[in-house]
């Protein structure tokens, strides 16, 4: 604990339209007495949390349109001269010890950034497959091979600002239902950084069960193919030969009855094939 009283952290939460989910997340952020910590919410899209911001005696700022890329970024900026920031988004809520757990190995210097355990909490009846989908660590993470998931990570703002951040194209309040984070750490290991799963600092990832009905699952899906074919094509540099006839059979094969599982599977690809599509012929933007 010696070492830990002398660093500064931040945490950064995101808002839009959540102020239940806010006003949970907040009142379980616990603030341990051997870290320096200065907590930021950033909201926009809506204004209801400046009320439960000034209650909890935290940093607060209102930027304008919907992104959730655009306010953690916005965020790490303010948070100026730390060693590392968490970030949160505001339907978590975190388990005792969170925050001391999620940046110790960057504190210590064995990662640059860390991701931790989610727990998908839902009275809806929900597959595996669909768990999955809100990062359900159980199931959506193999800890040998971690990704980055901006509801529950930490990451060395030094190197945060050298791979230039979020990219704000991709995310929610821009394409796809995510993918902004994905992206971020495959940067962070092609540039030799290491990412660490801490899976014991945990979060409970609320979730309606309005968001697991057929439709809702489906338009996931196919936001989730979204963000994997802009990356596909702008860092991964996909150029698919027979793109049209791709995009064609993947539209058919979603179509198709099937079981759950496979049909979100399948209406993904089609979404991912055709963001690739629409992207095609632009020069890349990472490349």
Known sequence: ??????????????????????????????????????????????????????RHGVRYFNIGPASAAIARNFGIKEAGDVTAVALLDDDVIPSSGWL?????????????????????????????????????????????????????????PRVFEELGGFRTELGPGALGAGGEDILLGLMLTEAGYRIQAVLDAKVDHVIPSSRFTKEALEGRAFAGGQSSGWILYHWHGARYRLLSLRVAKAWLEQLLPRNMSARLAAIER??????????????????
């Open 1 to 54: 604990m010696s070492t830990l009283s002398v660093m500064r952290v931040a945490v950064v939460i995101p808002t839009c339209r959540r102020p239940d989910g806010l006003e949970a997340c907040l009142s379980n952020l616990e603030r341990p007495s051997g870290l320096k910590t200065d907590v930021i919410v950033v909201e926009n899209g809506s204004s209801v949390g400046a009320e439960i911001a000034e």
């Open 100 to 156: 001391e757990r999620i940046v110790a190995p960057i504190l210590a210097g064995q990662a640059s950034a860390t991701i931790g355990g989610v727990h998908v909490v839902t009275e809806a009846s929900a597959s595996p497959a669909a768990l999955g989908m809100f990062v359900d660590t159980s199931t959506a993470l193999n800890p040998a091979k971690p990704f980055l998931a901006g509801l529950n990570m930490a990451i060395d």
């Open 270 to 287: 089609y979404g991912m094939l055709r963001q690739v599509q629409l992207e095609s012929g632009k020069p890349s933007v990472l490349r």
